[in-house]
């Protein structure tokens, strides 16, 4: 961080942690609740379809919009503008839209009119938030994430508020996206360009060359975000494609609560990365390795937490949040066989705790600049992923979904793990020299 950026950061380190955390799961909490209004109002094949959209948009808008905010954010020699990120994300929504279009015209002889409308409600959501990304990067490299909280706050609220009016006015899914693009958009230019104007020049701007430089450091952080998201999503493609939309909708009402750990742990992880390198390449091992622990602590008791009321009261907590069909759905026939007794909502937990551990030691490995160790970890873990679905979902359902997350996080979290320690034994090694 620049001494520019100190003297207008107002906050230290923990209290910036702090605002991360409340920011994502903020994001976490109104996604999951959304959810579950849609799981009591509305068709389980209705929300299998959108979840599967959600599936589809994700990975793509990763990798074609890239992860322009963390160039942004990470550029401490200050030679890039908000501005010119600003004319790249809107190049590559273009390029997005144009892919989505595509996909619903040579998809029309497989999808309805339904299925079509909800992955271009969903892309332009993806779309929106892009935009909004910019404005938060700015907000972000200023080390305001308490603004950046009240942003994700507000777009919570009010997409909730959105949510319920559309179930208890009985109207058709399509307007849930649709309320969703119109709140993000609101939010976006009333609150996220106003406080990130106040930090600087952000009007939009168009260079060739900026363009290329930028494109070129963020597409291999939007590849290593795309493998992240297909690595969630690979399931719900074969799942769908042998248990149709209804267990689609069945598994993803499981992994939002994954989903929800992931989100909180990516605030929590973001806040501290940058200490962590900082700690890392001045061979300051003690306090990398205090500050790491922390972050795994923390990231241990909530899981501990989770994990434990999902073993006593998962049946409890499906009825909690959704109709009784879902409760069937993963305790009954279509969850699949039940190795050493676990119900499959118990294996899911399971595998969401090694997601997290994998991103701490991940997201470790990063501070340490060991990306290439990173892309491939997560490539491995997607192949490995990719191939147990294909064997076990058609045969096994939801329990070989399930199996196949674990063992697929299971094995980025011992590559990451094992590069980790290979980086501060030769940080060690080197100090002592």
Same mark, same amino acid.
């Not at 979840?51 to 905010?69: D, F, G, Y």
């Not at 147990?388 to 793990?417: D, H, P, Q």
């Given at each position: 961080m620049?001494?520019?950026?100190?003297?207008e950061?107002?906050?230290?380190l923990?209290?910036?942690a702090?605002?991360?955390?409340?920011?994502?799961?903020m994001m976490?909490?109104g996604?999951?609740?959304?959810?579950i209004?849609?799981?009591?109002?509305?068709s389980?094949a209705?929300?299998?379809?959108f979840?599967?959209?959600?599936?589809?948009?994700?990975p793509?808008?990763?990798?074609?919009?890239?992860?322009?905010?963390?160039?942004l954010v990470?550029?401490a020699?200050?030679?890039?503008?908000?501005?010119?990120c600003?004319?790249?994300r809107?190049?590559?929504?273009?390029v997005?839209w144009?892919?989505?279009?595509s996909?619903?015209y040579?998809a029309?002889g497989?999808?309805?009119?339904?299925n079509g409308?909800l992955?271009l409600?969903?892309?332009?959501?993806?779309m929106?938030?892009?935009?909004?990304e910019? =404005?938060?990067?700015v907000?972000q490299?200023r080390e305001?994430?308490?603004?950046v909280?009240?942003?994700?706050?507000?777009?919570?609220?009010?997409?909730?508020?959105?949510t319920?009016?559309?179930?208890?006015?009985?109207?058709?899914?399509i307007?849930v996206?649709?309320?969703?693009?119109?709140?993000?958009?609101?939010?976006?230019?009333?609150?996220?360009?106003?406080?990130?104007?106040r930090?600087?020049?952000?009007?939009?701007?168009f260079?060739?060359a900026?363009?290329v430089?930028?494109s070129r450091?963020?597409?291999?952080?939007?590849?290593?975000l795309?493998m992240?998201?297909?690595?969630? *999503?690979?399931?719900?493609?074969?799942?769908d494609?042998?248990?149709?939309?209804?267990?689609?909708?069945y598994?993803g009402?499981?992994?939002?609560?994954?989903? $929800?750990a992931?989100m909180?742990?990516?605030?929590?992880?973001? %806040?501290?990365?940058?200490?962590?390198a900082?700690? =890392?390449?001045?061979?300051?091992?003690?306090?990398?390795?205090?500050?790491?622990?922390?972050?795994?602590?923390?990231s241990?008791?909530?899981?501990?937490?989770?994990f434990?009321l999902?073993?006593f009261?998962?049946?409890?907590?499906?009825?909690?949040?959704?109709?009784?069909?879902y409760?069937?759905?993963?305790?009954g026939?279509?969850s699949?066989?039940q190795?050493w007794?676990l119900p499959?909502?118990?294996?899911?937990m399971l595998? $969401?705790?090694?997601?997290?551990?994998?991103m701490v030691?991940?997201d470790?490995?990063v501070?340490?600049h060991r990306?290439?160790?990173?892309?491939?970890a997560?490539?491995?873990g997607?192949?490995?992923?990719?191939?147990?679905?294909?064997?076990?979902?058609?045969?096994?359902g939801?329990v070989?979904a399930?199996? *196949?997350?674990?063992a697929?996080?299971?094995?980025v979290?011992v590559?990451?793990?094992?590069?980790?320690?290979s980086?501060?034994l %030769?940080?060690?090694?080197?100090?002592?020299?």
């Amino acid at each position: 961080m620049t001494e520019s950026h100190r003297a207008e950061s107002r906050w230290g380190l923990k209290t910036n942690a702090f605002w991360g955390v409340w920011a994502n799961v903020m994001m976490g909490c109104g996604r999951f609740l959304a959810f579950i209004i849609l799981a009591k109002f509305f068709s389980s094949a209705g929300l299998g379809q959108f979840m599967l959209a959600w599936a589809i948009v994700l990975p793509l808008a990763a990798v074609i919009n890239m992860e322009v905010r963390m160039v942004l954010v990470t550029d401490a020699r200050g030679e890039l503008t908000a501005g010119e990120c600003l004319g790249v994300r809107f190049l590559s929504n273009a390029v997005l839209w144009g892919i989505l279009m595509s996909t619903c015209y040579l998809a029309r002889g497989y999808w309805n009119n339904f299925n079509g409308t909800l992955l271009l409600g969903v892309g332009g959501i993806k779309m929106v938030e892009s935009w909004a990304e910019i =404005y938060l990067g700015v907000l972000q490299k200023r080390e305001r994430m308490n603004e950046v909280a009240v942003s994700q706050t507000l777009k919570t609220l009010l997409l909730l508020v959105w949510t319920g009016f559309v179930a208890l006015r009985n109207l058709p899914l399509i307007f849930v996206p649709v309320g969703w693009i119109m709140v993000l958009l609101a939010v976006t230019w009333a609150y996220d360009r106003v406080r990130a104007g106040r930090c600087g020049d952000i009007n939009l701007r168009f260079d060739y060359a900026s363009a290329v430089k930028i494109s070129r450091r963020a597409f291999w952080l939007g590849l290593f975000l795309m493998m992240v998201h297909l690595n969630e *999503s690979t399931a719900r493609y074969f799942i769908d494609h042998w248990w149709g939309e209804v267990g689609v909708a069945y598994y993803g009402m499981m992994m939002i609560f994954v989903t $929800g750990a992931v989100m909180a742990q990516t605030g929590l992880n973001q %806040s501290v990365l940058g200490r962590l390198a900082v700690y =890392y390449h001045n061979g300051e091992i003690g306090r990398f390795g205090e500050l790491l622990g922390k972050v795994g602590a923390i990231s241990l008791l909530g899981l501990g937490v989770l994990f434990l009321l999902v073993w006593f009261g998962g049946e409890q907590l499906l009825h909690l949040v959704s109709r009784e069909e879902y409760v069937y759905g993963v305790y009954g026939p279509l969850s699949g066989p039940q190795p050493w007794g676990l119900p499959v909502f118990v294996v899911v937990m399971l595998g $969401g705790v090694m997601v997290v551990l994998g991103m701490v030691a991940g997201d470790a490995i990063v501070a340490c600049h060991r990306f290439k160790s990173r892309m491939i970890a997560v490539a491995l873990g997607l192949a490995v992923n990719a191939w147990l679905c294909r064997e076990y979902v058609a045969e096994y359902g939801l329990v070989g979904a399930a199996w *196949s997350l674990i063992a697929a996080s299971t094995v980025v979290f011992v590559i990451c793990g094992l590069v980790l320690i290979s980086a501060i034994l %030769s940080t060690l090694r080197i100090n002592k020299i």
